[in-house]
């Protein structure tokens, strides 16, 4: 292959050894490299020149270094390698085999593990983590990892396949935390959310709640009667389909014509920030004291 060809299916990115394969000598590598031609990433691993270091360069120039024969991919670089997340994280997730030996290099994330090859992929090249891997790890690393999963549930993956990947990858750095998103986005009623609204506000000393309040037609997942309060919570969207959307909106409409205060909370913003969702259901029933 002749290197401009090698270079656009690259992003740019090439090691010495295909510099070598398409003609170029070491010696040459090396002066362009001394002249600023091209700049060297990482040992044996360039970007050529008239080439802007962007996210899947990084990505390919890691994977590159780690050894393109037995490296993976992983977590939120894998993630965004197929289009699952908008930018790649500043650290590029590489996993090898145990046996193989890497010195940890800046802005790699390396890790040695077996990886199971029902959860790897070759996408553009790159041996990647599957979607449904890729997706579980992702989860675990970002800070609103339950928002993603469930976005990546709607668009994404599947949950069986989903389901599948954690139980092969059981005991692994992590599974812990994915078995309890796992959990979560598996409860289709909801009541996953209910029980954590119900504990974080027995935790908080607040009363006078009650579960399923009648109204009209309806019933109120979780009610203030006395404050005319109420709480309405929703599970992982993934399970919401569009009669559900327009039934929960048409509620919410109706709650709000009665002259109820209605709050909206979802299991992710339950689950993430609990303390904060607490202090407007607090705010909310003081104002109906005030008013």
Same mark, same amino acid.
């Given at each position: 292959?002749?290197?401009?060809?090698?270079?656009?299916?690259?992003?740019?990115?090439?090691?010495?050894?295909?510099?070598?394969?398409?003609?170029?000598?070491?010696?040459?590598?090396?002066?362009?490299?001394?002249?600023?031609?091209?700049?060297?990433?990482?040992?044996?691993?360039?970007?050529?020149?008239?080439?802007?270091?962007?996210?899947?360069?990084?990505?390919?120039?890691?994977?590159?270094?780690?050894?393109?024969?037995?490296?993976?991919?992983?977590?939120?670089?894998?993630?965004?390698?197929?289009?699952?997340?908008?930018?790649?994280?500043?650290?590029?997730?590489?996993?090898?085999?145990?046996?193989?030996?890497?010195?940890?290099?800046?802005?790699?994330? $390396?890790?040695?593990?077996?990886? +199971? =090859? *029902? /959860?790897?992929?070759?996408? #553009?090249?790159?041996?990647?983590?599957? %979607?449904?891997?890729?997706?579980?790890?992702?989860?675990?690393?970002?800070?609103?990892?339950?928002?993603?999963?469930?976005?990546?549930?709607?668009?994404?993956?599947?949950?069986?396949?989903?389901?599948?990947?954690?139980?092969?990858?059981?005991?692994?750095?992590?599974?812990?935390?994915?078995?309890? $998103?796992?959990?979560?986005?598996? +409860? =289709? *009623? /909801?009541?996953?959310?209910? #029980?954590?609204?119900?504990?974080?506000? %027995?935790?908080?000393?607040?009363?006078?709640?009650?579960?399923?309040?009648?109204?009209?037609?309806?019933?109120?997942?979780?009610?203030?009667?006395?404050?005319?309060?109420?709480?309405?919570?929703?599970?992982?969207?993934?399970?919401?389909?569009?009669?559900?959307?327009?039934?929960?909106?048409?509620?919410?409409?109706?709650?709000?014509?009665? =002259?109820? /205060?209605?709050?909206?909370?979802?299991?992710?913003?339950?689950?993430?920030?609990?303390?904060?969702?607490?202090?407007?259901?607090?705010?909310?029933?003081?104002?109906?004291?005030?008013?």
């Amino acid at each position: 292959m002749q290197l401009h060809h090698l270079l656009a299916r690259q992003a740019g990115v090439v090691t010495l050894a295909q510099a070598v394969g398409c003609g170029v000598s070491a010696g040459t590598v090396q002066r362009w490299t001394r002249e600023g031609t091209w700049r060297r990433l990482h040992p044996s691993v360039y970007l050529a020149g008239g080439h802007r270091l962007t996210d899947e360069a990084r990505i390919r120039a890691a994977w590159l270094w780690a050894g393109a024969d037995a490296a993976v991919v992983t977590g939120p670089a894998a993630a965004f390698w197929q289009h699952m997340l908008p930018r790649a994280p500043a650290l590029i997730d590489v996993t090898v085999p145990r046996h193989m030996h890497r010195r940890p290099r800046p802005g790699i994330l $390396l890790q040695r593990r077996d990886l +199971d =090859r *029902a /959860d790897l992929i070759k996408d #553009r090249d790159v041996l990647v983590a599957d %979607r449904p891997f890729a997706a579980l790890e992702t989860a675990v690393a970002l800070p609103d990892g339950s928002t993603f999963l469930d976005r990546a549930l709607q668009r994404y993956v599947r949950f069986p396949a989903l389901y599948r990947s954690y139980t092969r990858n059981l005991g692994r750095e992590g599974s812990s935390e994915a078995g309890r $998103l796992i959990t979560a986005a598996a +409860d =289709r *009623a /909801d009541s996953a959310a209910e #029980r954590l609204l119900v504990k974080l506000l %027995r935790e908080a000393g607040i009363g006078g709640w009650v579960l399923g309040h009648p109204f009209g037609p309806y019933r109120i997942d979780l009610a203030f009667p006395a404050k005319r309060v109420a709480v309405e919570v929703d599970g992982w969207a993934w399970h919401v389909d569009a009669e559900r959307f327009r039934n929960d909106r048409r509620k919410g409409n109706a709650i709000t014509r009665g =002259r109820w /205060d209605l709050l909206r909370f979802t299991w992710h913003g339950l689950d993430g920030q609990p303390a904060e969702s607490i202090a407007e259901i607090i705010e909310t029933l003081a104002l109906s004291d005030a008013a």
